[in-house]
């Protein structure tokens, strides 16, 4: 069997193979490695040696109860929630890892200057606040605020940072609204933006102080929420890729923790897995159950969450494709169904409509019948306020 190094893991992880699958390959003829590729593998492994260094070690007690999937496929009990430097494990399978490590030096000593001329392509700040914290961090706005902050009284530094709103070009209006506590921006384009005034909070990733011991933090509190959802019998869904590339976020991308409300229906979602119905059958059924984000968010979800849309499907079809029985799952669910006293759901017994699918959809109809009573009031407004006609004068 051939060595897998953890880059080529993660290669493979990012392309969409997966927790599980990557593992799997190790087991399969590979070419090489080359002498980049054994680099990299050393330079990460300096790396996590670093973080193991700064933020130690934590090796948890097995855990009885819960249930962990990963990329679709059931890791059997117990469960040890562990955390090496900055990676957090179940069962040795990496699941969470801080992105950003070294940690960059959030101060910044020289005053940044007004906004940069680069910005006289940008329509508003979502121009510039992107998801990526270390291109948020890196931004000029951002700069200047951890600047102001750190070198001036709160109150001073509030006035120059509305100053510097105001100077933006693409800004047309800025005015702090006392009630709300932000700057409200009206664009040249007349978009309205809510923006933040005030300084970072401690504690977090923006803040110029923000350091290891934050980090420690998150993370341990990331693990303990994995050890409390399994204390509690919950099932716990990792999907994707486990390195964050958020690096403020507590949780890797797909996670999801579900208690249950029908104790019956994890025997009944492995039903469904191992049956031999469609793909799309399956999704439908899977979707009723309501463990999952619907996998038709995508017919109700604005369109600049088309991708976000496409990847919560995608989760359904890991686990159809992914799933594989297991024996010690049967029986641990014939026995949690048994110590609930509930006689399991079939399939008769689940709504005939996705429930999030459902409550969208009402709502939906909801916002457009006030639509119209609003539109028809209106109308009905506008003709009561038009002038009387001139009395008939007679012969």
């Known amino acids: 069997m051939r060595k897998l190094t953890l880059l080529m893991v993660a290669a493979m992880v990012v392309a969409g193979i997966g927790f599980r699958a990557a593992a799997e390959e190790a087991g399969k003829e590979a070419t090489p490695e080359t002498p980049a590729q054994g680099a990299a593998a050393a330079d990460r492994t300096d790396l996590e040696a670093s973080a ?79 998801g990526n914290v270390k291109e948020v961090l890196n931004s000029h706005l951002e700069r200047k605020r951890r600047y102001l902050y750190e070198h001036f009284p709160e109150e001073e530094a509030k006035k120059k940072m509305l ?114 119905r469609s793909e799309a059958e399956k999704i439908e059924l899977l979707g009723r159950m309501d463990f999952l984000p619907s996998p038709n968010a995508g017919k109700f979800l604005h369109p600049v969450f088309a991708a976000l849309a496409a990847e919560t499907k995608g989760y359904y079809e890991t686990l159809i494709r992914n799933f594989r029985p297991s024996a010690q799952l049967d029986e641990r669910i014939a026995e949690m169904v048994k110590k609930s006293g509930v006689t399991p759901r079939t399939l008769k017994d689940l709504p005939d409509e996705i429930p999030w699918d459902r409550a969208e959809r009402l709502d939906k109809e909801k916002r457009e019948k006030e639509k119209r009573e609003k539109e028809e009031q209106e109308k009905q407004q506008g003709a009561g306020e038009k002038p009387a006609p001139a009395p008939d004068a007679g012969p």
């Open 163 to 276: 100053e510097y709103y105001r100077q933006c070009p693409f800004v047309a209006s800025a005015r702090f609204v006392p009630e709300w506590g932000h700057v409200e921006i009206i664009t040249k384009r007349g978009k309205k933006q809510n923006m933040n005034l005030g300084a970072p909070l401690p504690h977090t990733v923006l803040h110029w102080d923000f350091g290891a011991q934050d980090v420690l933090r998150g993370l341990e509190d990331c693990r303990n929420s994995y050890m409390w959802s399994l204390s509690e019998n919950d099932t716990l869904f990792f999907f994707g890729v486990p390195f964050n590339e958020y690096g403020a976020q507590m949780r890797p991308s797909g996670f999801y923790s579900s208690p249950w409300q029908h104790p019956g229906d994890l025997k009944l979602m492995v039903e469904v897995l191992t049956s031999a």
């Open 52 to 130: 193991v260094r700064a933020l130690g070690v934590v090796e948890g007690k097995p855990i009885d109860t819960g249930f962990v999937y990963v990329d679709g496929r059931y890791v059997e009990a117990p469960y040890t929630v562990s955390r090496r430097g900055r990676q957090i494990f179940i069962n040795d399978i990496l699941i969470y890892q801080w992105a950003e490590w070294p940690l960059m030096d959030r101060h910044v000593k020289e005053d940044p200057g007004p906004p940069p001329e680069e910005y006289e392509k940008f329509k508003s700040f979502g121009d510039i606040i992107t």
